[in-house]
């Protein structure tokens, strides 16, 4: 049998009012930090783009989602690109999510890679740098049929000449510097782009790369 609940005892006015005790997140392991934790003033998250840029591959979105919005950082570059659509997405991510980004080429920067390369805010290469430019690669794994084969060849089209205006655009770069770049495919080395205007050169016998960086953005006088 169902029995109604006793009545809630009134609080006396001398009975102190009970303390709220907010609920807080339990502190991650390994002395990992949340977003909100980091300090925006400063340049405090540091993360690595390298290997392939694949498809199934999410652990580098991930890597973006995961830093605060409209902060600050250091982005470095290890990869020979991979799926030119991945790399759109990462350049998509740096732009939409307002990260002011410092990218540094740590050793190749190449194909689908250059895309969030040329989304940072901020780039910089070493003499020893390698960014292989070259158009986009139809490359399908899978069978279609002819109709799709031919839709695919058409959008492939639309997709390589926004490809090229888009990474001219990031770069801050005429599309003829990228077009001659991209036709046939070239290697491009650090001080070239930087002859190019396109980054700015850091080595490593000058000490670390934000004291470098400070260097760099010191007027000249």
């Known amino acids: ?44 998250w540091e993360i ?10 999410g652990q580098l979105h991930e890597k973006l989602m995961d830093l605060p919005r409209n902060s600050r950082g250091t982005i470095f570059f290890d990869s020979s690109g991979g799926s030119a ?64 084969a031919a839709e695919w060849a058409r959008h492939f089209r639309v997709m390589e000449a926004d490809h090229d205006a888009l990474i001219a655009n990031l770069f801050g770069s005429s599309p003829e510097t990228i077009k001659a770049w991209n036709n046939p495919g070239r290697f491009v080395s650090g001080t070239e782009l930087v002859a190019a205007g396109l980054a700015k050169m850091i080595d490593l016998f000058s000490g670390d790369a934000w004291t470098q960086i400070a260097r760099h953005r010191i007027p000249s006088q």
């Open 1 to 44: 049998m169902l029995r109604p609940d006793p009545p809630r005892r009134a609080r006396k006015k001398s009975e102190p009012k009970p303390v709220s005790h907010p609920l807080r997140p339990y502190p991650l392991p390994q002395g990992g930090r949340r977003p909100s934790d980091y300090n925006l003033e400063s340049r405090d």
């Open 85 to 148: 659509f991945v790399g759109l997405a990462l350049a998509s991510l740096i732009r939409l999510r307002g990260l002011t980004a410092v990218g540094i080429v740590a050793g190749e920067c190449s194909s689908a890679a250059l895309m969030p390369f040329a989304a940072c805010r901020e780039r910089y290469v070493t003499p020893h740098t390698s960014l292989l430019f070259h158009p986009i690669r139809w490359q399908s794994e899978e069978q279609v049929r002819l109709e799709e």
């Open 48 to 57: 690595v783009i390298s290997g392939e840029l694949i498809d199934k591959d």
